[in-house]
C-alpha cells in the first residue's frame, strides 16, 4: 500500500501486511532495498501517534 500522500518525486513509503501478522514498511524508491519490519501493535502505535500528532515536529512548517 502507498499513500495517498505520496508525490511525483517518489518520496514515498509503502506499507505491506506480512504473512504471520507482521508489517513491512520501505521505500518505495529503493524496492529491492531493506524493510523495516513491525509487529502488528508497533505498526499500530506508530499510526496513532501519527494520528495524534506526536510526529509533527519532524516536517516543515506549513504556514
Known sequence: MK???S???GNCVE???LPG???AMRNSRHPDGP???YTRPE???LILGA???DFDHLIA???
Do not use: P
Request: glycine residues 8%; positive net charge.
Open 51 to 53: 494520528k495524534d500528532g
Open 7 to 9: 508525490n511525483s518525486q
Open 15 to 17: 506499507i505491506a501486511e
Open 43 to 45: 505498526i499500530e502505535a
Open 21 to 23: 501478522g507482521q508489517v
Open 3 to 5: 499513500s495517498r500522500r
Open 61 to 63: 512548517s506549513r504556514n
Open 35 to 37: 524493510a523495516l519490519i
